[in-house]
């Protein structure tokens, strides 16, 4: 008994800590999140809450990661010539003026956007 006790338990701590569930159409993860953690301010993505210089820093890897597949792709041609925290600062300003859109866009396509618009790739 204690046992079926104790795995409810973990059940139910393991929901509370995920959080409510995500409705179908929403993103994994929002552009809203991605601008909560360019800011500090505390998030959540795949269960774990980050906050701080960590909501920071995983801001500026979930960037770098995007920058370098935008790169390969041909359609960023900013990582050169854009200082990082430079490219950083005009994500989040353009995620910031998105306003309640944000919550409905996945962070990854919203970056790809601003990327081509910061610096497209001129064709050849």
Request: glycine share 8%; with cysteine.
């Amino acid at each position: 008994m204690s046992f079926h006790l104790t795995l409810a338990g973990a059940v139910c701590a393991a929901l509370a800590i995920a959080g409510p569930a995500r409705s179908e159409n929403a993103p994994l993860f929002p552009a809203s999140a991605l601008r909560d953690a360019i800011a500090g301010e505390t998030f959540g993505h795949r269960g774990i809450r980050r906050s701080g210089a960590v909501a920071e820093a995983f801001a500026e890897g979930y960037i770098a990661a995007l920058s370098d597949i935008a790169e390969e792709r041909g359609t960023w041609c900013g990582a050169s010539l854009i200082l990082p925290h430079e490219v950083t600062a005009r994500i989040y300003e353009y995620l910031n003026r998105m306003g309640a859109d944000a919550e409905r866009m996945p962070a990854d396509a919203a970056t790809f956007a601003i990327f081509e618009a910061i610096a497209p790739c001129k064709p050849e």
